[in-house]
Protein backbone atom coordinates (compact mmCIF):
# COMPACT_ATOMS: atom_id res chain seq x y z
CA UNK A 1 0.00 0.00 0.00
CA UNK A 2 2.84 2.68 0.90
CA UNK A 3 6.49 2.65 -0.45
CA UNK A 4 8.95 4.89 0.68
CA UNK A 5 11.84 5.42 -1.50
CA UNK A 6 15.24 7.25 -0.47
CA UNK A 7 17.51 9.58 -2.05
CA UNK A 8 20.82 11.81 -1.64
CA UNK A 9 23.31 9.73 -0.53
CA UNK A 10 26.56 9.94 -1.33
CA UNK A 11 30.10 10.70 -0.59
CA UNK A 12 31.05 13.66 1.16
CA UNK A 13 33.98 14.87 3.37
CA UNK A 14 33.93 15.37 6.88
CA UNK A 15 32.56 18.76 7.89
CA UNK A 16 30.41 18.56 4.79
CA UNK A 17 26.21 18.55 4.31
CA UNK A 18 23.60 16.08 2.42
CA UNK A 19 20.36 16.44 2.13
CA UNK A 20 18.26 13.07 1.55
CA UNK A 21 14.83 12.28 0.52
CA UNK A 22 12.32 10.10 0.99
CA UNK A 23 9.15 9.80 -1.49
CA UNK A 24 6.28 8.13 -0.30
CA UNK A 25 4.00 6.80 -2.63
CA UNK A 26 0.33 4.97 -2.60
CA UNK A 27 -2.02 5.43 0.35
CA UNK A 28 -0.70 7.53 2.82
CA UNK A 29 -2.08 6.29 6.86
CA UNK A 30 -3.03 9.44 8.63
CA UNK A 31 -2.25 10.64 11.69
CA UNK A 32 1.20 9.21 10.82
CA UNK A 33 5.39 9.73 11.50
CA UNK A 34 7.90 9.70 9.16
CA UNK A 35 11.47 8.85 10.24
CA UNK A 36 15.30 8.34 9.56
CA UNK A 37 16.92 5.31 10.90
CA UNK A 38 20.61 4.49 10.30
CA UNK A 39 22.18 1.41 10.47
CA UNK A 40 26.28 1.34 10.54
CA UNK A 41 28.02 -2.08 10.05
CA UNK A 42 27.81 -4.20 12.12
CA UNK A 43 25.65 -1.99 14.48
CA UNK A 44 21.77 -2.38 14.77
CA UNK A 45 19.65 0.13 13.42
CA UNK A 46 19.05 3.12 15.48
CA UNK A 47 16.75 6.34 15.56
CA UNK A 48 18.26 9.25 13.98
CA UNK A 49 15.43 11.68 13.71
CA UNK A 50 11.17 11.63 13.15
CA UNK A 51 7.81 14.16 12.96
CA UNK A 52 4.77 14.20 13.08
CA UNK A 53 2.67 15.04 9.69
CA UNK A 54 1.80 18.79 11.77
CA UNK A 55 4.89 19.31 13.07
CA UNK A 56 4.01 18.89 16.70
CA UNK A 57 6.40 16.31 17.44
CA UNK A 58 9.86 16.11 16.32
CA UNK A 59 12.57 14.79 17.96
CA UNK A 60 16.29 13.83 17.25
CA UNK A 61 18.49 11.69 18.58
CA UNK A 62 21.50 12.93 20.91
CA UNK A 63 24.26 12.37 18.34
CA UNK A 64 23.20 14.28 15.57
CA UNK A 65 20.83 17.00 17.59
CA UNK A 66 22.04 20.07 16.17
CA UNK A 67 23.70 18.82 13.21
CA UNK A 68 20.31 17.10 10.99
CA UNK A 69 17.56 18.90 10.22
CA UNK A 70 13.70 16.95 9.67
CA UNK A 71 10.65 18.57 7.43
CA UNK A 72 8.44 17.40 5.49
CA UNK A 73 6.57 18.34 2.35
CA UNK A 74 3.06 16.97 3.31
CA UNK A 75 1.45 17.68 0.36
CA UNK A 76 4.23 16.26 -1.58
CA UNK A 77 4.36 12.89 0.97
CA UNK A 78 8.27 13.90 1.40
CA UNK A 79 10.03 13.71 3.92
CA UNK A 80 14.23 15.50 4.10
CA UNK A 81 16.32 15.06 6.18
CA UNK A 82 19.03 17.99 6.04
CA UNK A 83 22.67 16.63 7.61
CA UNK A 84 25.32 19.18 8.46
CA UNK A 85 29.16 18.74 10.01
CA UNK A 86 28.54 15.60 8.77
CA UNK A 87 31.14 13.24 10.76
CA UNK A 88 32.68 9.55 9.55
CA UNK A 89 30.72 8.59 12.47
CA UNK A 90 27.52 9.11 10.49
CA UNK A 91 28.31 6.64 8.11
CA UNK A 92 25.82 4.38 7.61
CA UNK A 93 22.39 3.26 5.63
CA UNK A 94 20.27 5.35 6.05
CA UNK A 95 16.46 4.63 5.68
CA UNK A 96 12.89 6.03 5.50
CA UNK A 97 10.28 4.40 7.60
CA UNK A 98 6.56 5.69 7.94
CA UNK A 99 3.89 4.67 10.88
CA UNK A 100 0.25 5.77 11.97
CA UNK A 101 0.96 6.86 15.53
CA UNK A 102 3.99 8.72 16.63
CA UNK A 103 7.32 6.83 17.75
CA UNK A 104 10.99 6.82 17.71
CA UNK A 105 10.46 2.52 17.90
CA UNK A 106 12.28 1.19 14.79
CA UNK A 107 10.10 -1.66 15.96
CA UNK A 108 6.76 -0.03 15.49
CA UNK A 109 7.18 1.06 12.03
CA UNK A 110 4.98 -0.14 9.68
CA UNK A 111 6.56 1.08 6.44
CA UNK A 112 10.47 1.03 4.91
CA UNK A 113 12.64 2.19 2.60
CA UNK A 114 15.37 0.29 0.66
CA UNK A 115 18.07 2.64 2.11
CA UNK A 116 20.95 5.03 0.52
CA UNK A 117 24.30 5.24 1.43
CA UNK A 118 25.80 7.69 3.62
CA UNK A 119 29.72 8.00 3.57
CA UNK A 120 31.44 10.14 5.06
CA UNK A 121 35.40 10.65 4.68
CA UNK A 122 37.74 11.40 7.43
Known amino acids: QVRLAESGGGLVQAGGSLRLSCAAS????????MGWFRQAPGKERVFVAS????????QYADSVRGRFTISRDNDKNTVFLQMNSLKPEDTAVYYCAAVEVFSTEAERYEHWGQGTQVTVSA
Open 51 to 58: RTRGGTKT
Open 26 to 33: GRILSPFT
